[in-house]
């Protein structure tokens, strides 16, 4: 059975940094891209950032380019963001989520950033 | 590639048929052949869902009542008659073009 779980959301003032981690289990890792995928509280879904299978390409929205990093560690099967010089406007669940032949057919339950002074 | 839903709202009586419309402002066949359009439902509390794949092709466990048609630039979402568990919000979103998937802004699935 396909688990992600996620973790590392909490309260951080602007300006601030956070480190997400997504868990994954029940399938071959370094096999599948992943994603980071948020929702804003009441809005829709938006692709934050992806990574390959071997973690050799990657790929930022403009709205966290220079600020959020995406990376694994395939011998854990874990996937991080880094998020820095966060924004109130970045407050959000974050959901990681499998990526298989365009589309997400796995996603996590999701850690919710909360970006506030 | 901007994925644009309609309606936005959709209040449906039980037991009636429901129709979700989702137009892309690109074409989405792949270069392989495939298109990448899929499906997801998002009950209230929970993460998104997969519904359907490559346009038509049903998840496992997804009750027969959805389907999902279209080509090129238009795609729709049917339920034959929605049961009091669809109540929630779906999202089409494109594939096509990895990395940058796009999502439509959803469409609110509610019982009258």
């Known amino acids: 059975e396909v688990q992600l779980l996620e973790s590392g959301g909490g309260l951080v003032q602007p300006g601030g940094s956070l480190r997400l981690s997504c868990a994954a289990s029940g399938f071959t890792f370094s096999s599948y891209a992943m994603s980071w995928v948020r929702q804003a509280p009441g809005k829709g879904l938006e692709v934050v950032s992806s990574i390959t299978g071997g973690g050799d390409a990657t790929y930022h929205a403009d709205f966290v380019k220079g600020r959020f990093t995406i990376s694994r560690d395939n011998s854990k099967n874990t996937l991080y963001l880094q998020m820095i010089s966060l924004r109130a406007e970045d407050s959000a669940v974050y959901h990681c989520?499998?990526?298989?032949?365009?589309?997400?057919?796995?996603w996590g339950q999701g850690t919710l950033v909360t970006v506030s002074s | 590639v901007v994925m644009a839903q309609s309606p936005l709202s959709l209040p449906v009586t039980l037991g009636q048929p429901a129709s979700i419309s989702c137009r892309s402002s690109?074409?989405?066949?792949?270069?392989?052949?495939?298109?990448?359009l899929n499906w997801f439902q998002q009950r209230p509390g929970q993460s998104p869902r997969r519904l359907i794949y490559?346009?038509?092709n049903r998840d496992s466990g997804v009750p027969d009542r959805f389907s999902g048609s279209g080509s090129g630039t238009d795609f729709t979402l049917e339920i034959s008659r929605v049961e009091a568990e669809d109540v929630g919000v779906y999202y089409c979103?494109?594939?096509?073009?990895?990395?940058?998937?796009?999502f439509g802004q959803g469409t609110k699935l509610e019982i009258k």
């Open positions: 490559e346009v038509s």
């Open positions: 989520a499998k990526d298989y032949r365009g589309s997400f057919d796995f």
């Open positions: 979103m494109q594939g096509t073009y990895w990395p940058k998937y796009t």
């Open positions: 690109q074409g989405l066949v792949h270069s392989d052949g495939n298109t990448y």
